[in-house]
């Protein structure tokens, strides 16, 4: 392979600085956007039922994957790009995984709550999955002004969504979504609970980081072959 170029070296510097920018916000926080995941002790933890909760696939589906994200997280947005699409065709619309979505906006993006409660705001018009994935893809476009061109883009009625923005009415749902990830030590984004589903709440082990689908595959169809 032939030398880098002064661009790419650039970029390297960049990327860099943004990942020891990171590692200084989980020393200093204790709250980060996670990247891929790095071999750790296996966790397993128990959540509460969400007061309000978005999900896709069967509610009897036998496994259950519950996220925690941040719209204003680059690794969310990492997982939502290269692992929702296949994750979905794979093993929620074949009706082996039921996929549950939380909020944790992390205090160092001031524009995560506002993009949960748009998210959410769009939900009351049909339109949930739609606007996560235009606020994944753009995690570092999340302005006011953007999230009504969003809005707009999406078919929305923007005097609707903007009344329901306004309101706030969101706050305490995703406040919620943030107290149970606390009290089951979730601390970044994107975090997932996986495990069999059940009645009560959901349980099962704690994923941090923006999960490859090749380890998900191997996890979820470990959990399909167990004993039931």
Known sequence: AGAITRAQADSILVELRQVHALLDRVLQQGTACAPSPAPAPQKRVTLPPASTAYELGRKDAPVTLVEFADYACPFCRQFDVATFEPLKREFIDTGKVRFVVRDLPLPMHAAALPAANCARCAGEQGRFWEMRHVLMVNADKLGPDQLVTYAREL???????????????????????????????????????????????????????????????????????APK
């Open 155 to 225: 078919g929305l009625d923007v005097p609707r969504f903007q009344a329901c923005m306004d309101s706030s009415r969101y706050d305490a749902a995703i406040h919620k979504d943030m107290a149970d990830a606390s009290a089951a030590g979730i601390s970044a984004t994107p975090s997932f609970v996986l495990g069999a589903t059940s009645r009560a709440a959901a349980s099962g082990l704690l994923l941090v980081g923006a999960m490859p689908i090749a380890d998900l595959e191997t996890r979820i169809r470990a959990l399909l072959a």
